[in-house]
């Protein structure tokens, strides 16, 4: 069983920042098949920075064809994590210091972005990471190790969320 590098948490004041990122994916992504959102939060986990969500840029307006090739649409969708930094330094907010909250488990891209944005901490939701599909895994073992070696700390949330939809894989499911 795939074992990815985080510390679990029950800290509830996670609760509702991870119910936060996972509607805002549900509301927010334009992926087809798997929607996640992100939540850039200062040390005080009540000052929202910057939310994000895996989707298209608003001048990229894909076929059905397009959404259908795989190598087309990873080459054009910018990550939850991205659009998240990408939105708090549009809004000229400082990264540096700040916790993300993303469900998921980052890709090698986002990881490196959340290591240049200064973020000095990452939590996830334990029920999404493990359902991590087997042939993304590797990657994304590689991607821990990266935030690892910056000293970023990445936690779990073990526990339901609750009040919230969640697309994975096609899947409709509660968190
Ligand atoms: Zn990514």
Redesign the pocket.
């Known amino acids: 069983m795939w074992q990815p590098e985080f510390t679990i948490t029950t800290d509830e004041r996670y609760v509702p920042l991870l119910r936060a990122a996972y509607d805002y994916g549900w509301t927010n992504s334009n992926d087809p098949k798997t929607r996640v959102g992100a939540v850039i939060v200062a040390p005080d986990l009540t000052t929202i920075l910057a939310y994000g969500a895996?989707q298209f840029p608003p001048d990229v307006h894909p076929t059905k064809e397009q959404l259908g090739d795989r190598a087309w649409k990873y080459a054009h969708i910018v990550?939850?994590?991205?659009t998240a930094i990408n939105n708090a330094h549009g809004a000229k907010k400082q990264t540096e210091g700040a916790i993300m909250v993303m469900p998921w488990t980052?890709?090698?891209?986002?990881?490196e972005?959340i290591i240049a944005a200064g973020i000095v901490k990452l939590v996830g939701h334990e029920t999404f990471i493990i359902s991590t599909h087997p042939k993304w895994q590797e990657e994304r073992s590689r991607?821990l190790t990266l935030l690892k070696g910056a000293g970023i700390e990445r936690l779990m949330y073990r526990g339901k969320i609750g009040n919230v939809k969640a697309y994975e894989d096609y899947r409709e499911w509660e968190p």
Do not use: L
């Open positions: 895996n990550d939850a994590e991205k980052p890709c090698e891209s986002c990881a972005a991607a």
